[in-house]
């Protein structure tokens, strides 16, 4: 079965500052897609980013950039210029491109980042 | 954007009564999932159904169950309420340019008492 793996509970950065958030997951897949989802305040599940494995370059969105390296497994997420509205969880997932319906989110546990004015 | 809504968004219930809750979707989208967000455990997927009348458990379905009368509704049910199935409960629907993502509903935070 997959596993995802957020190693940091809780991350801080300072306003306009970059941070980078850590995922890790374990599969026996070769193909698979990855996401990073933001929990605010307001409970709201939003979708940052995500990333194909078959891809070989790293998605970006304005601010928010992974850094994929299949071969470690490692799927990180850097803000470039923290904003306070960046504050939040942040969950790391994984799915399967099995079809079927079967092939749920795995999600992470999650990271609270604050960041500070 | 996708629309879903989740009814009712916030519910405090006694233990051993039953209770229900609602995901509305309006766009026809086929697969609808139930996960739970507890602290710590980020979110579990309970149940989930790809079609009407098509449903299937996820990792924590003990304790629940799931109907799909119609595409555009997925009721999760608790049949007993027990003061373990505090949390938080998203409903989600399948979606996105290729149909890999997941779009969440606002959220339902029950609490047993």
């Known amino acids: 079965a997959q596993t995802v793996t957020q190693s940091q509970p809780e991350m801080s950065v300072q306003e306009a500052e970059t941070v980078t958030l850590s995922c890790t997951y374990d599969?026996?897949?070769?193909?698979?897609?990855l996401f990073w989802y933001k929990q605010p305040p307001s409970r709201q599940m939003i979708l940052v980013i995500r990333?194909?494995?078959?891809?070989?370059q790293n998605a970006t969105e304005n601010r928010f950039s992974v850094n994929f390296q299949k071969a470690a497994k490692s799927f990180s997420l850097k803000i470039s210029d923290s904003q306070l509205g960046d504050a939040a969880m942040y969950f790391c997932?994984?799915?399967?491109?099995?079809?079927?319906?079967?092939?749920?989110?795995?999600f992470g546990k999650g990271t609270k980042l604050t960041v500070n004015p | 954007d996708a629309g879903i809504t989740q009814s009712p968004r916030h519910k405090v219930t006694e233990t051993g009564t039953p209770v229900t809750l609602r995901c509305h979707q309006t766009?026809?989208?086929?697969?609808m999932y139930w996960y739970r967000q507890d602290p710590g455990h980020g979110l579990r997927l309970i149940h989930y159904?790809?079609?009407?009348?098509?449903?299937d458990k996820g990792e924590v379905s003990d304790g629940y169950s799931v109907s799909r009368s119609k595409t555009e509704d997925f009721l999760l049910t608790l049949e007993s309420a027990t003061s373990s199935q505090t949390s938080v409960y998203f409903c989600?629907?399948?979606?996105?340019?290729?149909?890999?993502?997941?779009?969440f509903g606002q959220g339902t935070r029950l609490t047993v008492v």
């Open positions: 989600a629907i399948r979606t996105g340019p290729m149909n890999t993502e997941a779009f």
């Open positions: 599969t026996s897949e070769s193909d698979y897609y």
């Open positions: 990333q194909e494995a078959y891809k070989q």
């Open positions: 997932a994984y799915r399967s491109p099995r079809g079927g319906g079967s092939e749920k989110l795995v």
């Open positions: 766009e026809n989208h086929r697969y």
């Open positions: 159904s790809y079609g009407v009348k098509d449903t």
